[in-house]
T-cell receptor
Framework: QKEVEQDPGPLSVPEGAIVSLNCTYS??????FMWYRQYSRKGPELLMY????GNKEDGRFTAQVDKSSKYISLFIRDSQPSDSATYLC???????????FGQGTELSVKP | GAVVSQHPSWVICKSGTSVKIECRSL??????MFWYRQFPKQSLMLMAT?????????EQGVEKDKFLINHASLTLSTLTVTSAHPEDSSFYIC???????????FGPGTRLTVT
């Protein structure tokens, strides 16, 4: 079993839709949770960085962490074609170990 | 803020030659930097972790004599692919962890083609 599970998609939605991206994990030591966006042939861009359980909002993006369920989510409101990319969840424990990535979900927002 | 640059963005070299890739954190200090490799449609594969002033830690299966890493300052790490072969052709991405946090920022990547 992988430490972090993420549905690879692809996920296709119409412009303006609310997108929900999710990851589950098995290691209860993970404390810091991140979401990255990666466009084709580019490096990943850090979108959200959260610590422990709770919600964090930044513009159209909301990150949720539920440590009791070992489940994290990223919501994108009013999705735009420019949001079409691969979204990677990532997490790390508080010992400063390696960042563990999900497989990435490929998102396509159709105009 | 939190910008990481990589140079070159793409490079073509002949088999048997060496190639150096630079990774710089432009507006923050990074004692720890990372080097990844990514194949098409796949997630990032960590190659090594470099800490300023000490030897890099390589992941299992990564040849340290082939992929030389130097982290000479708090803003610069380099990856040298020695005696490159066509199977080394790939997308190489560096990242830098902002000191005092676990935030990790990635460079734009370097596409290496070995002919």
């Amino acid at each position: 079993q992988k430490e972090v599970e993420q549905d690879p998609g692809p996920l296709s939605v119409p412009e303006g839709a609310i997108v929900s991206l999710n990851c589950t994990y098995s290691n209860s030591a993970f404390q810091y949770f991140m979401w990255y966006r990666q466009y084709s042939r580019k490096g990943p861009e850090l979108l959200m960085y959260t610590y422990s359980s709770g919600n964090k909002e930044d513009g159209r993006f909301t990150a949720q962490v539920d440590k009791s369920s070992k489940y994290i989510s990223l919501f994108i409101r009013d999705s735009q074609p420019s949001d079409s990319a691969t979204y990677l969840c990532a997490m790390i424990n508080n010992q400063g170990g390696k960042l563990i990535f999900g497989q990435g979900t490929e998102l396509s927002v159709k105009p | 803020g939190a910008v990481v640059s990589q140079h070159p963005s793409w490079v073509i070299c002949k088999s048997g030659t060496s190639v150096k890739i630079e990774c710089r954190s432009l507006d923050f200090q990074a004692t720890t930097m990372f080097w990844y490799r990514q194949f098409p449609k796949q997630s990032l594969m960590l190659m090594a972790t470099s800490n300023e002033g000490s030897k890099a830690t390589y992941e299992q299966g990564v040849e340290k004599d082939k992929f030389l890493i130097n982290h000479a300052s708090l803003t610069l790490s380099t990856l040298t692919v020695t005696s490159a072969h066509p199977e080394d052709s790939s997308f190489y991405i560096c990242s830098a962890r902002r000191d005092g946090t676990y935030e990790q920022y990635f460079g734009p990547g370097t596409r290496l083609t070995v002919t």
